[in-house]
């Protein structure tokens, strides 16, 4: 494998369910993001991680809950979700710098999920 | 604060024609300014990105920016398109470690 891969590619999930998003980086980055990309909206950025840290959480609603267990790995736990989260949830990685700089981000294929 | 403004959410074009797709920023640091594109069924792919230098930067497919700060713009072109150049292009700008992105403008080829 290389790159950004996420599983599944696609999710149909109820709202009472509980389900995980899964991705993992082979590229060596230290940091971590997971997007949500809803039609004709722009893509919302929902959580960073740095060094397995948190670093942002955009006012992102509790059902949706991130886990980073390693710099190469990070989940998005999802349960009671609303229809209006039906979306493509994008992973990206990059390499941040500790004297800043710019980061180019490394994208996944994404999950597509529909919440019936 | 940051924003990316793409002022054409569809441009339709023929088959070898030249394309330019809009971009317009704001920004109060310096910037990085970066486009992708997405592919249907696909994630968000590089094609190019001004750090600094040049104001003409040119990456993959056969695809130029330029970057133009008075008129704070970095607008996309091609010469010649393809049809499968059809795809979802983005703008974003990313002032040190966090990339804000425009909503997008898909570009369609006709034959």
């Known amino acids: 494998e290389t790159g950004v891969t996420q599983t599944p590619r696609h999710l149909v999930m109820g709202m009472t369910n509980k389900k995980s998003l899964k991705c993992e980086q082979h590229l060596g980055h230290n940091a971590m993001y997971w997007y949500k990309q809803s039609a004709k909206k722009p893509l919302e950025l929902m959580f960073v991680?740095?060094?397995?840290?948190?670093?942002e959480n955009n006012s992102v609603p509790s059902r949706f809950s991130p886990e980073c267990p390693n710099s190469s790995h990070l989940f998005l736990h999802l349960h009671t979700l609303q229809p209006e989260d039906s979306a493509l949830y994008l992973c990206?990685?990059?390499?941040?710098?500790?004297?800043?700089?710019?980061?180019?981000?490394?994208f996944g294929p994404g999950t597509r999920l529909t919440v019936l | 604060a940051q924003s990316v403004t793409q002022l054409d959410s569809q441009v339709p074009v023929f088959e070898e024609a030249p394309v330019e797709l809009r971009c317009n920023y704001s920004?109060?640091?310096?910037?990085?300014l970066f486009w992708y594109v997405q592919y249907p069924n696909q994630g968000l792919q590089l094609l190019l990105k001004y750090l600094s230098g040049s104001t003409l930067v040119k990456g993959i497919n056969g695809f130029e920016a330029e970057f133009n700060k008075s008129q704070t713009s970095f607008h996309l072109r091609k010469p010649s398109v393809h049809i499968s150049d059809t795809a979802e292009y983005f703008c974003a700008v990313g002032p040190l470690g966090r990339l804000y992105f425009g909503r997008g403008t898909q570009l369609t080829v006709w034959p």
């Open positions: 920004s109060s640091v310096s910037v990085y």
């Open positions: 991680y740095n060094f397995k840290e948190q670093t």
């Open positions: 990206a990685s990059s390499q941040e710098r500790v004297r800043g700089g710019y980061n180019e981000q490394f």
